[in-house]
């Protein structure tokens, strides 16, 4: 079951796209399962595939209640056993998937935090300095706000994804699906600065935009800190992380009126169901429809 383990992790890469986090996640839940088919002091020996059960699987889950895992882990640890149960199945190494009994965890519903508009328009207009790190950060949150991009999306970008003439980005979401979006002036402003102070050497177009002072592509452990330390005060102390500009750009158009499909298309959603999620913390435009349609409003 290791091998099959590893060629299933080489099928989903190459012929699925997968992000490497992904792989990474799967990779672990689906050894966690293994591991628990040996004996303790035998972690990392071999899986004959009738170990692969029903049994196995709900005693892995338990395990992972156990240990306080969330529901939300747990049911992302159940996908990846399916997959791979399903992927056995099609190379004749399970007669049948033994994860098809079992039932995924309810979760609730976590709604995205979004930040008001006005206040997170202040903060950034607060990030004024011309010193590298400011120039970066404006460069950075405006860009992330104007186009709706994922984490991955933002510091992934390429100086041949940046458009500045049409004022368009090429981005590659989830699944390395490419789209195309558009961003604001005041972004392409604050990037134009940001190049302009990383001097006036060439760089090849597949240069990443966003570097570090050693001009290595930023990782995305610096991105959250950024976010931290200039929209701290925005969330209320309550925390705040790259997704929720992301959040703030699809509810912030919602409340503008922007069709819920365009967003979808922004957003690079393949499901409008993904999307929907953001009729519930647009409370203005639901108030403003009531007033527009509603006889005693």
Same mark, same amino acid.
């Given at each position: 079951?290791?091998?099959?383990?590893?060629?299933?992790?080489?099928?989903?890469?190459?012929?699925?796209?997968?992000?490497?986090?992904?792989?990474?996640?799967?990779?672990?839940?689906?050894?966690?399962?293994?591991?628990?088919?040996?004996?303790?002091? &035998?972690?990392?020996?071999?899986?004959? %595939?009738?170990?692969?059960?029903?049994? #196995?699987?709900? +005693? /892995? *889950?338990? @395990? =992972?209640?156990?240990?306080?895992?969330?529901?939300?882990?747990?049911?992302?640890?159940?996908?990846?056993?399916?997959?791979f149960s399903r992927f056995c199945v099609r190379r004749g190494i399970l007669a049948t998937d033994p994860s098809r009994a079992l039932s995924f965890p309810r979760i609730g519903q976590r709604l995205p935090?979004?930040?008001?508009?006005?206040?997170? &328009?202040?903060?950034?207009?607060?990030? %004024?300095?011309?010193?590298?790190?400011? #120039?970066?950060? +404006? /460069? *950075?949150? @405006? =860009?992330?706000?104007?186009?709706?991009?994922?984490?991955?999306?933002?510091?992934?970008?390429?100086?041949?994804?940046?458009?500045?003439?049409?004022?368009?980005?090429?981005?590659?979401?989830?699944?390395?699906?490419?789209?195309?979006?558009?961003?604001?002036?005041g972004a392409f402003a604050a990037l134009d600065r940001y190049q302009a102070n990383l001097g006036p050497e060439v760089r090849p177009a597949d240069a990443p935009v966003f570097v570090n002072p050693r001009?290595? +592509?930023?990782?995305?452990?610096?991105?959250?800190?950024?976010?931290?330390?200039?929209?701290?005060?925005?969330?209320?102390?309550?925390?705040?992380?790259?997704?929720?500009?992301?959040?703030?750009?699809?509810?912030?158009?919602?409340?503008?009126?922007?069709?819920?499909?365009?967003?979808?298309?922004?957003?690079?959603?393949?499901?409008?169901?993904?999307?929907?999620?953001?009729?519930?913390?647009?409370?203005?435009?639901?108030?403003?429809?009531?007033?527009?349609?509603?006889? +005693?409003?």
């Open positions: 079951m290791r091998d099959a383990l590893e060629r299933f992790l080489t099928e989903i890469e190459t012929q699925r796209r997968a992000s490497p986090h992904t792989i990474t996640g799967y990779r672990r839940d689906i050894t966690r399962a293994l591991d628990l088919a040996c004996l303790p002091a &035998a972690k990392g020996a071999p899986v004959a %595939a009738d170990r692969w059960t029903r049994e #196995l699987l709900e +005693r /892995a *889950l338990r @395990e =992972l209640y156990r240990t306080h895992h969330a529901a939300a882990s747990a049911a992302r640890a159940l996908a990846a056993w399916r997959s935090r979004t930040l008001p508009r006005l206040d997170l &328009a202040r903060a950034l207009d607060r990030i %004024a300095g011309e010193d590298p790190a400011s #120039l970066r950060d +404006r /460069a *950075l949150l @405006e =860009l992330a706000y104007s186009a709706g991009l994922r984490l991955s999306e933002l510091v992934g970008l390429d100086r041949r994804d940046v458009d500045r003439g049409s004022g368009l980005l090429r981005v590659r979401g989830k699944g390395r699906r490419e789209r195309i979006v558009p961003a604001g002036q001009g290595l +592509r930023l990782s995305g452990r610096t991105v959250q800190r950024v976010v931290r330390h200039r929209l701290g005060e925005v969330a209320g102390g309550l925390g705040v992380t790259p997704h929720a500009l992301r959040h703030s750009f699809a509810s912030h158009l919602l409340d503008n009126g922007a069709d819920l499909r365009a967003i979808q298309e922004l957003l690079g959603h393949r499901s409008l169901t993904s999307t929907q999620v953001y009729t519930h913390v647009s409370g203005s435009r639901l108030r403003k429809a009531y007033q527009l349609a509603h006889p +005693r409003a």
